[in-house]
């Protein structure tokens, strides 16, 4: 089984300061990490991944995240927010069960950016 | 490329009654997942369709049901709707035949009502 956990259900930041939203997960195998961005009335847009390789991964929109596997943590972190990343974000696992992937979301967290 | 498409957008039913839901898949995707997102939480894993088989199921009862088409798109089927029933049903798709496979592209979403 598998379990994902965001650790801030919402998070008030200022334009242009720094932010990071933490995702900590929980699985018995080899997982894929992802996060996700939703705007309102909107589906879910990926904003990164990370399958293997290079534990410091780069997204859309000046996000990045880094796995770290000893931590079990998938933090992500923008350097300057703006208004236009207001929204909600949700951390997911993906991992194998019988050759087929099962993703598993966390509840999501809510950065609201201040002008 | 369309992506990910989802009928209808919005949807209101009352109790007891039957939905379907359906989504098509993004072009050279062949797996579609359906996932529950009700109001305020992340998205909770329905079921996982491959070559026109259920592959995997998350915790839902048995009046949440599916079907794939020959052409990869898949229909959601709920029956004896129930207020709790009432979120946006998202789909995702996936390509497991073309290297793509963990990396899922979701739709819009159909919101459904239930009064």
């Known amino acids: 089984a598998q379990s994902v956990t965001q650790l801030d259900s919402q998070v008030p930041v200022f334009e242009e300061a720094p932010v990071e939203l933490r995702c900590n997960y929980s699985s018995s195998v080899s997982v894929y990490l992802f996060w996700y961005v939703q705007y309102p009335n909107q589906g879910l847009q990926l904003l990164l991944k990370?399958?293997?390789?290079?534990?410091l991964v780069k997204g859309i929109n000046g996000f990045e995240a880094e796995f770290n596997k000893s931590q079990t943590s998938f933090h992500l972190r923008k350097p300057s927010v703006h208004i236009s990343d207001t929204a909600e974000y949700f951390c997911?696992?993906?991992?194998?069960?019988?050759?087929?992937?099962?993703?598993?979301f966390g509840i999501g967290t809510k950065l609201q950016v201040i002008p | 490329d369309a992506g990910v498409t989802q009928s209808p957008t919005h949807l209101i039913k009352t109790r007891g009654q039957q939905v379907t839901l359906r989504c098509s898949p993004k072009s050279g995707h062949d797996t579609v997942s359906w996932y529950q997102q009700a109001l305020g939480q992340g998205p909770q894993f329905i079921f996982q369709?491959?070559?026109?088989?259920?592959?995997q199921r998350g915790n839902f009862p048995d009046r949440f049901s599916g079907h794939q088409f020959p052409n990869y798109s898949s229909e959601l089927n709920v029956n004896a709707l129930l207020l709790g029933d009432s979120a946006l049903y998202l789909c995702a798709s996936s390509g497991r035949l073309s290297g793509a496979y963990n990396e899922q592209f979701f739709g819009p979403g159909t919101r459904l009502t239930v009064l």
């Open positions: 990370y399958l293997s390789g290079s534990t």
């Open positions: 369709y491959y070559e026109e088989e259920e592959r």
């Open positions: 997911a696992v993906s991992a194998s069960s019988g050759g087929y992937q099962k993703v598993t």
